[in-house]
């Protein structure tokens, strides 16, 4: 079992930086892969980036490409994600979810655990 805290949402300005993190109970945590998916009202929830658990491969969303990086700290069982020039259309609610695979996948079906959120607004 692994239970996901996410943390770090709140408000910015277009063009602004924030960074979440992802805090992982269990020592396990090491050996999954993790990903960012996030949900903005009255949308489906979608694929933001994900890392495997040996953080040697990454991957990113064409829309958030060159602006987030996903990171994660094995030792500290926590998963990061940093976002910068963030505009308007990146507010939603942040989801870090793991997988017992280990093998990252963009669909949120092969994620087994999964954070409560944390909200994202970014102001015009």
């Known amino acids: 079992q692994v239970q996901l805290v996410e943390s770090g949402g709140g408000l910015v300005q277009a063009g602004g930086s924030l960074r979440l993190s992802c805090a992982a109970s269990g020592r396990t945590f090491s050996s999954y892969a993790m990903a960012w998916f996030r949900q903005a009202p009255g949308k489906e929830r979608e694929f933001v980036a994900a890392i495997t658990y040996t953080s040697i491969t990454t991957y990113y969303a064409n829309s958030v490409k060159g602006r987030f990086t996903i990171s994660r700290d094995n030792a500290k069982t926590t998963g990061y994600l940093r976002m910068s020039s963030l505009k308007p259309e990146d507010t939603a609610v942040y989801y870090c979810?793991?997988?017992?695979?280990?093998?990252?996948?963009?669909?949120?079906?092969?994620?087994?655990?999964w954070g409560q959120g944390t909200q994202v607004t970014v102001s015009s």
């Open positions: 979810a793991a997988s017992a695979r280990g093998v990252p996948s963009r669909s949120a079906d092969d994620y087994t655990y």
